[in-house]
């Protein structure tokens, strides 16, 4: 039987599967790198595609931490989210896909049915709902941009549910938080593949300069037990 072609293998998902410990190690490093590049376009445009996946796992992290009581910490509540952070997520979505769909076009209103309302107001589940059904029309879309969008929206998806999760104390709450990380964890594992594509791409002349911005010990590192975590990242669950 053929051997996959070694690209079209995600090192990134392969090498953090059963340590999330080390997928917080990884994608922080990588942030932190991206963040502090070179002042360019390309860079910055990834920077701004991936932070959103990673900030949701950290914060998923988190919430799991807490919950399993490893980790005395804050953690984001849901009316915080949904008050402060949904009416700056939603004008980032509308900017996002009217940029490729015109407003009131039947591309943009098949994404946008009610506009605004929806996420803005009625019930915590009718809101949060909203924003999974989002993320899916999104996924289902025919443009490929469009498509690529929905991993932030269903990041911000993933954010709220662990919120919610904790806030009602279900029982199972672990279970369910485990998930929603592993989730979000193959998320960012599938953007960190999509920086590295977009660093061949920049760097195809100069490919040495692709390392930069990835920690490779973590990536070659077998295991997935001893990683040494950044030093705001909250400990292994």
Known sequence: ?????????????????????????????????????????????LYQAYFPV?????????????AAG?????????????KENMPKE???WEGYVRNIYPEDSPEEHSIF????SPFLHSTYE???SAVASLAKRLSLDNNPAIQAYAASVQSFYNLLISAREIQQNNEGLLGH????????????ADELYGVLGGLMQKFKAEPDQITRFFDLSLIRE????????????????
Not at 224 to 237: F, Q, R, V, W
């Open 177 to 188: 938080l485990s998930d929603i990380r592993e989730q979000q964890r193959v998320l960012l």
């Open 1 to 45: 039987m053929q051997k996959p072609w070694i690209y079209t293998n995600n090192t990134f998902e392969v090498n953090t599967q059963g340590s999330h410990k080390k997928m917080l190690a990884l994608s922080a490093d990588t942030e932190a790198k991206l963040k502090a590049g070179p002042n360019d376009p390309a860079i910055n445009a």
């Open 126 to 128: 009718d809101r949060i």
């Open 222 to 237: 077998t295991g997935g037990t001893n990683e040494t975590l950044p030093s705001n990242a909250p400990p292994e669950a």
């Open 90 to 92: 939603i004008r980032k």
């Open 70 to 82: 490893n980790y005395e910490g804050q953690t984001l509540n849901v009316e915080s989210i949904l």
């Open 113 to 116: 049915p009610n506009k605004r």
């Open 54 to 66: 990673y900030d949701t796992y950290r914060q998923i992290y988190i919430n799991y931490d807490v």
